[in-house]
């Protein structure tokens, strides 16, 4: 008996892509220049070969089902798939890796592993993409990077089918510039909860995710029934957020690696105070499929300790 997925086309897979994006049959028939019939024979085969009912209809068009989403989400794999064997296939011989990495990575871990990956695996090329948490770990889920080194998604587990291991960690701290009145410890506060009460009327730079850090700072400052400071500026970007604080009298939270880096250039204090520096965990995560690959497995040996999460 045939397998109805032999029957399938590369076109027929991009279908849900079409769906989802356009909202009618009409409007995904004009895109792809053909017929709505064709269309709608389109997708009853690929309904025929999933098994499942993909797309449901309503009175402003269509949508996908709970089950065609979860198959768009495969199928966007499949196709990233597709184009990198079409790479490789080009580029025999010069493994690509597509790797992303949270600017707290690209401090010291990622650096550090990628000279000792230029010695190692000199034949190895590297795209990289550098962003935040989520995007980061939609990106490994639909096929668009290759591995990933960062801090896990603290709201959500990762999906299935990925594969990480701890490869290290960095401190978060508080920093003020020189000219802030925190920056000379014979001010500092002294007494119970004195931090909190304190640092809760200055004006602070904080990133903008819900990260172990954040919480951990949200945390503190309720011990002691204090308000958490709402942020004057929210920044993403460790280094903006120095150079605000290097010139203005606020507040941050950073990565230790970035703080000492530009301490002595932008005139930065760290601030010793009660409040225990978490040490946020940083993984590499890759398909647990593409775990042996040439490019994955030669930049997993470059890093300096590899341990389950």
Same mark, same amino acid.
């Given at each position: 008996?045939?397998?109805? *997925?032999?029957?399938?086309? &590369?076109?027929?897979?991009?279908?849900? $892509?079409?769906?989802?994006?356009?909202?009618?049959?009409?409007?995904?028939?004009?895109?792809?220049?053909?017929?709505?019939?064709?269309?709608?024979?389109?997708?009853?085969?690929? $309904?025929?070969?999933?098994?499942?009912?993909?797309? !449901?209809? /309503?009175?402003?068009?269509?949508?996908?089902?709970?089950?065609?989403?979860?198959?768009?989400?495969? &199928?966007?794999?499949?196709?990233?798939?597709? $184009?990198?064997?079409? *790479?490789?296939?080009?580029?025999?011989?010069?493994?690509?890796? #597509?790797?992303?990495?949270? +600017?707290?990575?690209?401090?010291? @871990?990622?650096?550090?592993?990628?000279?000792? &990956?230029?010695?190692?695996? +000199?034949?190895?090329?590297?795209?990289?993409? !550098?962003?935040?948490?989520?995007? @980061?770990?939609?990106?490994?889920?639909?096929?668009?990077?290759?591995?990933?080194?960062?801090?896990?998604?603290?709201?959500?587990?990762?999906?299935?089918?990925?594969?990480?291991?701890?490869?290290? $960690?960095?401190?978060?701290?508080?920093?003020?510039?020189?000219?802030?009145? @925190?920056?000379?410890?014979?001010?500092?506060?002294?007494? #119970?909860?004195?931090?909190?009460?304190?640092?809760?009327?200055?004006?602070?730079?904080?990133?903008?995710?819900? /990260?172990?850090?954040?919480?951990?700072? #949200? !945390?503190?400052?309720?011990?002691?029934?204090?308000?958490?400071?709402?942020?004057?500026?929210?920044?993403?970007?460790?280094?903006?957020?120095?150079?605000?604080?290097?010139?203005?009298? *606020?507040?941050?939270?950073?990565? !230790?690696?970035?703080?000492?880096?530009?301490?002595?250039?932008? /005139? @930065?204090?760290?601030?010793?105070?009660?409040?225990?520096?978490?040490?946020?965990?940083?993984?590499?995560?890759?398909?647990?499929?593409?775990?042996? *690959?040439? +490019?994955?497995?030669?930049?997993?040996?470059?890093?300096?300790?590899?341990?389950? +999460?």
């Amino acid at each position: 008996m045939t397998d109805p *997925l032999d029957q399938l086309r &590369l076109r027929d897979l991009m279908l849900l $892509e079409h769906i989802a994006g356009l909202g009618t049959l009409r409007r995904v028939a004009q895109t792809l220049h053909v017929t709505q019939p064709a269309v709608t024979q389109m997708l009853h085969g690929l $309904e025929r070969a999933m098994g499942a009912a993909l797309v !449901e209809r /309503g009175r402003r068009g269509v949508s996908l089902t709970g089950a065609g989403q979860a198959a768009l989400l495969r &199928l966007r794999s499949a196709r990233q798939e597709l $184009e990198q064997a079409r *790479l490789a296939a080009q580029r025999h011989g010069q493994p690509m890796l #597509r790797l992303g990495a949270t +600017p707290i990575a690209t401090l010291r @871990l990622l650096p550090q592993a990628i000279e000792r &990956l230029v010695a190692l695996a +000199p034949d190895v090329r590297i795209t990289l993409t !550098e962003a935040g948490v989520h995007r @980061l770990w939609e990106q490994l889920a639909d096929g668009r990077l290759d591995a990933v080194v960062g801090r896990l998604p603290s709201d959500a587990p990762p999906l299935a089918g990925l594969r990480y291991e701890r490869v290290g $960690e960095e401190r978060m701290v508080l920093v003020v510039g020189r000219q802030h009145p @925190l920056a000379s410890q014979a001010r500092a506060p002294r007494g #119970r909860h004195a931090w909190q009460r304190v640092l809760a009327q200055c004006a602070w730079v904080l990133p903008p995710d819900n /990260g172990p850090a954040t919480q951990s700072l #949200r !945390e503190w400052f309720s011990t002691a029934g204090v308000a958490v400071p709402v942020p004057q500026v929210v920044s993403g970007a460790y280094q903006a957020s120095l150079n605000m604080v290097a010139k203005a009298p *606020l507040v941050t939270l950073v990565p !230790e690696t970035a703080a000492r880096m530009q301490a002595e250039a932008l /005139g @930065l204090q760290l601030l010793h105070t009660s409040w225990p520096p978490p040490r946020v965990q940083l993984v590499f995560a890759a398909r647990e499929a593409h775990w042996a *690959l040439v +490019p994955i497995a030669s930049l997993r040996t470059c890093f300096p300790a590899t341990t389950p +999460p």
